[in-house]
C-alpha cells in the first residue's frame, strides 16, 4: 500500500483548486470560536472481524484517520466546509481499501467507471459526474462542475473533456486495478446466479459531511459502483438528493448502499427533509429512513449525517460500516464494527 500524507493531500487539493480557479482554504476568513466538525465514511455492508485480516483493517482504520486529520485541518484554518470535503474524499480515493478512486470496483469489462458529487449547504448549489474513466480523483471533477459549469451532472466522456479543460489529472486504466478487485470481479463471473450482482453485500463507497467556522455544510460522495456493473448503470452516489445532500437549514448526508433504493426512496434528501419539515431531530430522522424506511424496503446501507450544530448521526443497518469523525469536542473516533466493543 502506497504511503499517504496529510500534507500530501493539502498540497494536491490546493494546487487543484489553483489550476481550476478554486478558492484555497488560506484564503478564507480568519478561524473564530465557532464549531466546526467532519464525518466520513467508506462504505457499509456484511463487514465481520473475523473477514478482515489485521493488515488489512489496520490500513483502513489508517486511511479512516488519515482523510478525518485532513479534513478536519481545513476547518481549523478557517476553510470552508467544501474544501474540508474534498480534502478528505482524495485521500479515500487514493486509497485501495475502498470502492472509490483507485481499488474502485470492476465493470462486467473489467473497467473502472466511476461516480462522484458535491453540494453546498448556504446555497444548495451541486456538482456530480458519473460513468467517468482515467480520473483520478473524481470528486474534483464533481466539485468543478459546480465552480465551473452551469450544469448538476455531466456524464461519460463529455464529463471527462470537462475534467481535461480543468486541468485535472489522469491515470492510466492499470492504475486504478488492483488485485483484490480483480479476483473480486473472478469470483461472480464464475457464479452464473450473480451475473449482476456482487457476491457479498459491501457497499465500500466513500462520502464525507462537514461543518465550517462560518455555519456551513457541505456533503460529498465517490464511488465505483457496483462489481460486475453493466450497461452503465449508475447508482444513488452522484445523484442529488439520493446519495448527497446539504442544506443549511437541516443537515449534510452522504449515502452508502444499495444505490436503486436510495435513489427510490431520495434517502439524503429525505432526512433532510424530516428535519427541516417535521422539525425531526438528527438522530431520529437518519434512524428512521436507515432503519425503518430502508429496512422495510429491504435495502442494506447506512449514511453519515451532520446538522447545523455539528451534532452527527451515523446509522447502518449492516453488520457494519467504515467510519470516522472528529466532532465539535474535536476528538476522533473511528469505527468499523457495530458492536460496542469497537
Given at each position: 500500500?502506497?504511503?499517504?500524507?496529510?500534507?500530501?493531500?493539502?498540497?494536491?487539493?490546493?494546487?487543484?483548486?489553483?489550476?481550476?480557479?478554486?478558492?484555497?482554504?488560506?484564503?478564507?476568513?480568519?478561524?473564530?470560536?465557532?464549531?466546526?466538525?467532519?464525518?466520513?465514511?467508506?462504505?457499509?455492508?456484511?463487514?465481520?472481524?473475523?473477514?478482515?485480516?489485521?493488515?488489512?483493517?489496520?490500513?483502513?482504520?489508517?486511511?479512516?484517520?488519515?482523510?478525518?486529520?485532513?479534513?478536519?485541518?481545513?476547518?481549523?484554518?478557517?476553510?470552508?466546509?467544501?474544501?474540508?470535503?474534498?480534502?478528505?474524499?482524495?485521500?479515500?480515493?487514493?486509497?485501495?481499501?475502498?470502492?472509490?478512486?483507485?481499488?474502485?470496483?470492476?465493470?462486467?469489462?473489467?473497467?473502472?467507471?466511476?461516480?462522484?458529487?458535491?453540494?453546498?449547504?448556504?446555497?444548495?448549489?451541486?456538482?456530480?459526474?458519473?460513468?467517468?474513466?482515467?480520473?483520478?480523483?473524481?470528486?474534483?471533477?464533481?466539485?468543478?462542475?459546480?465552480?465551473?459549469?452551469?450544469?448538476?451532472?455531466?456524464?461519460?466522456?463529455?464529463?471527462?473533456?470537462?475534467?481535461?479543460?480543468?486541468?485535472?489529472?489522469?491515470?492510466?486504466?492499470?492504475?486504478?486495478?488492483?488485485?483484490?478487485?480483480?479476483?473480486?470481479?473472478?469470483?461472480?463471473?464464475?457464479?452464473?446466479?450473480?451475473?449482476?450482482?456482487?457476491?457479498?453485500?459491501?457497499?465500500?463507497?466513500?462520502?464525507?459531511?462537514?461543518?465550517?467556522?462560518?455555519?456551513?455544510?457541505?456533503?460529498?460522495?465517490?464511488?465505483?459502483?457496483?462489481?460486475?456493473?453493466?450497461?452503465?448503470?449508475?447508482?444513488?452516489?452522484?445523484?442529488?438528493?439520493?446519495?448527497?445532500?446539504?442544506?443549511?437549514?437541516?443537515?449534510?448526508?452522504?449515502?452508502?448502499?444499495?444505490?436503486?433504493?436510495?435513489?427510490?426512496?431520495?434517502?439524503?434528501?429525505?432526512?433532510?427533509?424530516?428535519?427541516?419539515?417535521?422539525?425531526e431531530e438528527l438522530d431520529a430522522a437518519a434512524d428512521a429512513v436507515v432503519h425503518?424506511?430502508?429496512?422495510?424496503?429491504?435495502?442494506?446501507?447506512?449514511?453519515?449525517?451532520?446538522?447545523?450544530?455539528?451534532?452527527?448521526?451515523?446509522?447502518?443497518?449492516?453488520?457494519?460500516?467504515?467510519?470516522?469523525?472528529?466532532?465539535?469536542?474535536?476528538?476522533?473516533?473511528?469505527?468499523?464494527?457495530?458492536?460496542?466493543?469497537?
Amino acid at each position: 500500500m502506497p504511503i499517504r500524507c496529510l500534507t500530501f493531500a493539502l498540497a494536491l487539493v490546493a494546487s487543484v483548486a489553483s489550476a481550476t480557479g478554486m478558492n484555497p482554504a488560506s484564503e478564507s476568513a480568519e478561524p473564530s470560536r465557532a464549531p466546526i466538525a467532519i464525518a466520513l465514511h467508506g462504505g457499509a455492508g456484511t463487514i465481520r472481524r473475523e473477514d478482515l485480516t489485521a493488515e488489512r483493517e489496520a490500513a483502513i482504520r489508517g486511511a479512516l484517520e488519515e482523510a478525518a486529520r485532513a479534513g478536519h485541518a481545513v476547518l481549523g484554518e478557517g476553510g470552508p466546509a467544501i474544501e474540508a470535503v474534498t480534502a478528505a474524499i482524495v485521500i479515500l480515493e487514493d486509497a485501495p481499501e475502498f470502492n472509490a478512486g483507485r481499488g474502485a470496483v470492476l465493470t462486467a469489462e473489467g473497467r473502472v467507471e466511476m461516480d462522484a458529487s458535491i453540494m453546498t449547504g448556504h446555497d444548495l448549489q451541486a456538482g456530480a459526474v458519473a460513468s467517468v474513466r482515467g480520473i483520478r480523483h473524481p470528486i474534483l471533477a464533481a466539485r468543478a462542475v459546480l465552480e465551473h459549469s452551469p450544469h448538476v451532472m455531466l456524464v461519460g466522456r463529455g464529463a471527462e473533456r470537462f475534467a481535461e479543460s480543468r486541468g485535472l489529472q489522469f491515470m492510466p486504466e492499470e492504475w486504478f486495478v488492483t488485485e483484490f478487485r480483480t479476483e473480486q470481479l473472478r469470483r461472480i463471473r464464475e457464479d452464473a446466479e450473480a451475473s449482476l450482482a456482487p457476491e457479498d453485500r459491501w457497499y465500500s463507497t466513500v462520502g464525507v459531511v462537514a461543518l465550517d467556522r462560518d455555519g456551513n455544510l457541505a456533503a460529498g460522495t465517490s464511488t465505483g459502483g457496483t462489481s460486475n456493473k453493466q450497461w452503465g448503470r449508475v447508482g444513488d452516489s452522484p445523484i442529488i438528493g439520493a446519495g448527497t445532500y446539504a442544506d443549511n437549514r437541516a443537515c449534510a448526508v452522504s449515502a452508502t448502499g444499495d444505490g436503486e433504493y436510495f435513489i427510490r426512496w431520495a434517502v439524503a434528501h429525505e432526512i433532510c427533509a424530516r428535519v427541516r419539515l417535521g422539525d425531526e431531530e438528527l438522530d431520529a430522522a437518519a434512524d428512521a429512513v436507515v432503519h425503518d424506511v430502508l429496512v422495510e424496503a429491504g435495502a442494506g446501507g447506512g449514511v453519515i449525517a451532520m446538522d447545523p450544530g455539528g451534532r452527527i448521526a451515523m446509522p447502518f443497518n449492516t453488520p457494519g460500516m467504515y467510519r470516522a469523525s472528529i466532532g465539535t469536542d474535536g476528538e476522533l473516533d473511528i469505527r468499523i464494527y457495530a458492536d460496542p466493543d469497537d
